[in-house]
């Protein structure tokens, strides 16, 4: 694309690690929630839930006709963000949308040539931005909503001025002192500088930066191209550093600011990006840069895949963000309507921040519908926890999550390209017997179910409900995967594991590896739902199969690294007695296993 811009590569593997040209940069896609900042309180407000809001990335990266009429990511200006906030304010403010977040390009031109101050800071671009930033930030607050804004982290290189450019407010500071004196690049597009924090002038840069966004009156600052993450790693992509100093500069302005990071975040430094900011991008964009907004092959469908792992980290304080939600406008989203409705439900039960990136002055009615939906919205902003899958990341999956009250948030998905039954059994969930179902997407109560529910989804469908359950703890047998009764061959073998329930686990399941436990003993004959506790730091697949029959291979989702041990359900056909369930690897790589738990009744 540019010369002198984030370029945008449709292939699915690169898209978000090259959603723009190196020399310039800019722009993955899409905000997030929220973290600890240095003000803990305030930080924990501003993040007590995850936000909802409108982003302009989407549109400027479409190929839909009209969309970008002036030339790649022309879409952006100050008529159509005025356009999106005063239809915001008029469809959707009230179920809780309220941030109008400007992406990259409000300081480049349409040939994406770039526009500083004397300070080495952006500055609006007049064609697009002609009243200034400001002024687009007073309109949006007039509306009773809150501004957001974009840069890439590091100094853009256009900035630099021969290193001659001096930073506000730092006597004797120019752009030579802020950056390394080899001026090595950073960020997803090395369109930057890597700023140097040893010399206390890159701090003064980035306080001036922070200063003019608070003066301006912005109230959310996504930071674009951060690493690890972005598609990069090592010593010269690490921004930890720098996302310090933001949050540092945001909270010595005093004006509460959102800082949100993108994307493809490393998760072995989450703890750094919940220490440091209000919320984090886990995957690449979710756009298909084509002539729709998004694709389901185009990474939609990727998110079942890479959110799992993130679950744990998310809560009040910081929120795993899994980019725009796009459902609002039919042919221009892309999607089928059974699609756009898995999107939305997994958005919601996973609490990532609920933003659209579709045009809000088209909306069509099942677009609106599915946007504002309060039920579905209480899931996302209200005391329910993140979902997770309590199935193997099979096509049919059930996600859940036990909620304060003691109901249940469930999810059945079907991601085959095929229409198919999925069930969701009560046992996987922890409870036998009854339980009543609400529909909530429906606005429907399904009445009283025995065990389980089943529904016929279409391909790529979904159902959301709430399960209220009306019958009693399940029980079960524990076998540790360790114990000296089972059996191991190939490579397997026993190593510690303090996350595990007697702090061993079977690892080393890996190119035939097998794990048999042996003498698990039922009373009937019947198919057994046994939950498997395990660790996996990628999704990894096994064959299951019990008393030596015919085995089958299940997705475990990941657990986010090699030291958490989470669980899924896995049925199995058991026989009255003794019997042995076998873990095999294949010819592939399987998750270490810490144990199973096997109900005493089919």
Not at 173 to 183: E, F, K, N, S
Not at 347 to 367: C, E, H, M, V
Not at 482 to 503: F, H, I, R
Request: proline share 5%.
């Amino acid at each position: 694309m540019r010369s002198s811009s984030y370029s945008v590569m449709p292939a699915r593997a690169l898209r978000a690690l090259v959603v723009l040209a190196l020399t310039a940069g800019a722009t993955s896609a899409v905000p997030a929630a929220r973290a600890e900042t240095a003000a803990p309180v305030e930080s924990t407000a501003l993040a007590a839930k995850p936000y909802m809001g409108w982003s302009s990335w989407s549109m400027q990266s479409s190929k839909y006709p009209g969309l970008n009429p002036d030339g790649d990511y022309s879409y952006l200006t100050e008529a159509n963000v005025i356009k999106q906030a005063d239809a915001m304010a008029a469809k959707l403010k009230k179920y809780g949308y309220e941030y109008v977040n400007i992406d990259a390009g409000w300081w480049r031109d349409n040939t994406w040539k770039p526009r500083f101050d004397q300070y080495g800071r952006q500055q609006a671009d007049p064609v697009r931005f002609p009243s200034g930033m400001k002024a687009v930030a007073d309109h949006i607050h007039a509306r009773g909503l809150k501004a957001g804004i974009y840069l890439p982290v590091g100094l853009e290189k256009e900035a630099y001025g021969d290193g001659k450019v001096p930073i506000r407010n730092a006597d004797g500071c120019t752009t030579a002192d802020i950056v390394h004196d080899d001026l090595r690049t950073t960020n997803g597009w090395d369109s930057s500088y890597k700023l140097d924090f040893s010399d206390p002038c890159a701090q003064k840069y980035v306080d001036s930066q922070a200063r003019m966004f608070a003066d301006w009156g912005y109230d959310f600052l996504k930071l674009d191209g951060v690493g690890p993450g972005s598609g990069k790693s090592g010593d010269q992509y690490d921004n930890v550093a720098d996302v310090a100093a933001w949050q540092k500069a945001i909270a010595a302005t005093g004006r509460p600011i959102h800082l949100e990071l993108s994307w493809s975040l490393d998760i072995g430094r989450v703890a750094d990006w919940k220490k440091h900011s209000q919320g984090w991008r886990i995957d690449i964009d979710v756009e298909c840069y084509c002539n729709t907004l998004v694709s389901w092959e185009n990474s939609v469908d990727d998110r079942w895949d890479d959110a799992p792992g993130w679950t744990r980290h998310a809560g009040p304080g910081g929120w795993n963000d899994l980019d725009s939600l796009d459902v609002g406008n039919g042919a221009m989203d892309g999607l089928t309507k059974a699609e756009r409705q898995s999107y939305a439900t997994l958005w919601a039960i996973a609490k990532s921040p609920l933003y659209t990136g579709d045009d809000l002055t088209r909306l069509d009615t099942y677009g609106l519908s599915l946007l504002t939906n309060r039920e579905v919205i209480a899931v996302n902003q209200g005391a329910t926890p993140p979902a997770r899958p309590v199935t193997p990341s099979d096509p049919q999956q059930v996600w859940a999550a036990r909620n304060p009250d003691g109901t249940y948030t469930v999810a059945l998905f079907n991601l085959a390209d095929a229409p198919a039954a999925v069930t969701a059994h009560w046992a996987s969930l922890g409870f036998t017997g009854k339980a009543t179902v609400r529909d909530l997407w429906n606005h429907e109560n399904l009445g009283t179910y025995q065990n389980k529910i089943t529904q016929a989804l279409p391909a790529h469908g979904s159902r959301l409900f709430t399960v209220t359950p009306r019958g009693s703890a399940l029980t079960t047998t524990a076998y540790e995967a360790e114990s000296p009764a089972n059996t191991l061959g190939g490579n397997a073998s026993v190593a510690d594991c303090p996350a595990c329930s007697d702090g061993r686990k079977v690892g080393n399941l890996y190119l035939g590896g097998t794990l048999r436990f042996n003498d698990i003993v039922v009373d009937k004959a019947g198919t057994y739902l046994i939950k498997v506790a395990y660790v996996s730091g990628d999704p990894r697949s096994a064959d299951v199969s019990a008393n030596g029959g015919g085995a089958t291979r299940h997705k475990f989702p990941s657990t986010g690294d090699w030291g958490t041990a989470e669980t899924v359900n896995v049925p199995v056909t058991l026989k009255a007695g003794a019997n042995t369930i076998t873990f095999d690897s294949g010819t592939g790589y399987a998750p270490d296993i810490d144990r199973i738990d096997v109900p005493k009744s089919s």
